[in-house]
């Protein structure tokens, strides 16, 4: 069945090379056209669809719900979820009128798989800085308290050590082993030094996946990515601003970021995802790691 004769053939082959999928119904709510995306989104051949109704489509269950047929029961614009191969689709039906009838419905359908993935690690990435949150006020309480006690010699001459670096404006990195305190002793610095009634920041660079990681850290412009924030997000380099920034297991941190970090140390400059103008804060940095940095060095 050929396209709707309202198309030019500029239109038709602007149809044909989107993205997205685009599905599109007569008056009778009969499938009379729908472009290669369609196809590859529905894993159908549209010699399957064309020409049949989309009521009789979902009856059958080749479509789960029918946004063509919610448009013919409401007259109106309707968006609804499908999930096709693994793939979850976000299709929105629009009704053009003739009249006081619809004459034509224009379907367009979109792969959100990867956006909801992105919302699911943000989400999960929440949660995790909430438990840190958590955890980090408890330690704080517990360090308030005087609770942080030092009883060998070597523990004794860190805690001195710990004194003399707190007041400076000096960058730290911890190394030590999981489990030793080295979240606790970055806190115990902050809380004694200039900055301690500033902003403290932790992120732990293992715990973000690497697409997320960047934009998380340096923040992100309207528009940096499919799925960003319509007015941007501030990063937490950011959120430090005129405190301290820790950067927990800092030897996970992707290679393709470690340039960006190094002028982040040196200059106090960063440039967010999608942005064109450089941004400069005034931060303390600190590290902790559990690896040997200096045999990952190449």
Known sequence: MKPPTLFSEDWKSFL???YDGIVIANHEGRIVYMNPAAERLEEVKKEE??????KELEEEGIYRVSVTVKVFQSGKKETCMDIKGGR???LTGIPVFEGDAIKWVYVNERDITELMKMREDEKHMREQVKHYKEELDRITASEKQGLVIAK????????ELLKRLAPTETSILIEGESGVGKDVFARWIHDHSMRAELSYVKIDCGAISENLLESELFGYEEGAFTGARKQGKKGLVEEADGGTLFLDEIGELPLN????MLR????KVFLPVGSTTEKMVDIRIFAATNK???DMVL
């Open 16 to 18: 044909e090379m989107s």
């Open 49 to 54: 669809i064309l020409g049949r109704m989309a």
């Open 88 to 90: 979850q689709l976000l």
């Open 152 to 159: 060998s010699p070597k523990m004794k001459q860190n805690m």
């Open 257 to 260: 970021l470690q340039t960006k």
């Open 264 to 267: 982040l140390v040196q200059e």
């Open 292 to 294: 040997n940095l200096k």
